[in-house]
Each structure stands twice: as C-alpha cells, then as structure tokens.
T-cell receptor, first 114, second 114 residues
Framework: EAGVTQFPSHSVIEKGQTVTLRCDPISGHDNLYWYRRVMGKEIKFLLH????????ESGMPNNRFLAERTGGTYSTLKVQPAELEDSGVYFCASSRDFYNSPLHFGNGTRLTVT | DQQVKQNSPSLSVQEGRISILNCDYT??????FLWYKKYPAEGPTFLISISSIKDKNEDGRFTVFLNKSAKHLSLHIVPSQPGDSAVYFC?????????????FGQGTTLQVKP
C-alpha cells in the first residue's frame, strides 16, 4: 500500500507570507495527525483528525495555524502569516485505530521562514 | 514540561556489539510505548512497541524493556549493524485519553561503526 504522502518536501517563504502544506494519509486510515519538529528537538504533536473532525487540536501553537481535512481524506495545514519561529519540519502521520496503534509518518515538509 | 526524556543525545557502538538506548517518562498515565527510527530527510519509521501490561517485547534484533516502577524503557539492538545508524525516538501515549497522540522524546543519534 502507498505510504503517507506530503507535499511539498521543502518550502522557503518570507515572513508574513502564507504557506499551505498537504498530507495524503494511507487509504482507509481514519486517524490523521500533524506533528512538528523544530531545531532538531523533539517531535511535537499539533493536532489529530478522526475522519473530517478535529479530535484534539491542543498542540496548535496559535491561530495563525489552520488545519482542515476535507471529506475525511487528505489534509492541509495553512500557516498565515508565517513567522520566523514557524520554521521546522512538519510531519503528517496516519493510523487505522487511535489506541495502541503505531502511527505511519510521511517524509515531512521542511519549512523555512526567512 | 518534558514528559518523555532521552538523556543521551548520541551513542556510538561497534558493529556486532549491543546498542542500548534509554528513555524515561514522568506521566504515570502512559500505557503504550513505541520506538521509532529516523533517517535524514525521511519521516520516523515505526520499529517496535510495548504495552504497559508487558515488561518485554522482542522482534528480531530489537527488544524493548519496560520498567513501570522506574518509569523507564530501553531499546536493545543485538547485534548492531551499520544500517542501524539513525536517530531513535522514544514515544508514549495514554489510552485513557480520547486520542492516540504520541509524546516524543528528543531523540538519540546512534552511530554504528564498521
């Protein structure tokens, strides 16, 4: 089966601009997660979708971040306006079940805000 | 507040020897633990997991040990191979929550020398 796909792999934008990241989960996986790794530190949870509903968005840094999951399929994460501290690698992951089920990660989008 | 800690940023071992990676956690509600391996420019890949009802889980060269009283887990790789060189992340989740979000440690970079 195809893995989790993220696009783009890299994005370089200026402070104040808008960027939209896309994630296509593994087919049949109702659970979709966004994570972020900043400056080589730990991978931090941002939010969790179950199908098209936000189950947990406690990790979203602020209201400049907007995540959507249209029709319970692919998801987008928009940052508007971008700030320097938003730079990092954004990972998407999916799983069939949310309890005691490993997450399958994409290769990430490396975002650089200059 | 770092709930999952990997206190060793790096580890270097000789090919064929044992690699032991350690992880400590503080949240007693965690009941599912995982290890992920990450190569540069790739997403984390699931390696092995353990439920809190067990104290050991083995999969080929990889064994995870869980010591609940000490809130400590470790990953043993025997024998270590150069292809095992990567960043290893420990992660935990709490089944009592309504989401399967994982809390990650900072990662340990393992280098296996030929």
């Amino acid at each position: 089966e195809a893995g989790v796909t993220q696009f783009p792999s890299h994005s370089v934008i200026e402070k104040g601009q808008t960027v939209t990241l896309r994630c296509d989960p593994i087919s049949g996986h109702d659970n979709l997660y966004w994570y972020r790794r900043v400056m080589g530190k730990e991978i931090k949870f941002l939010l969790h979708f179950v199908k098209e509903s936000k189950q947990d968005e406690s990790g979203m840094p602020n209201n400049r971040f907007l995540a959507e999951r249209t029709g319970g399929t692919y998801s987008t994460l928009k940052v508007q306006p971008a700030e320097l501290e938003d730079s990092g690698v954004y990972f998407c992951a999916s799983s069939r079940d949310f309890y005691n089920s490993p997450l399958h990660f994409g290769n990430g989008t490396r975002l650089t805000v200059t | 507040d770092q709930q999952v800690k990997q206190n060793s940023p790096s580890l270097s071992v000789q090919e064929g020897r044992i690699s032991i990676l350690n992880c400590d956690y503080t949240n007693s509600m965690f009941d599912y633990f995982l290890w992920y391996k990450k190569y540069p420019a790739e997403g984390p890949t699931f390696l092995i997991s353990i439920s809190s009802i067990k104290d050991k889980n083995e999969d080929g060269r990889f064994t995870v040990f869980l010591n609940k009283s000490a809130k400590h887990l470790s990953l043993h790789i025997v024998p270590s191979q150069p292809g095992d060189s990567a960043v290893y992340f420990c992660a935990a989740s709490a089944g009592s929550s309504n989401t399967g979000k994982l809390i990650f440690g900072q990662g340990t970079t393992l280098q296996v020398k030929p």
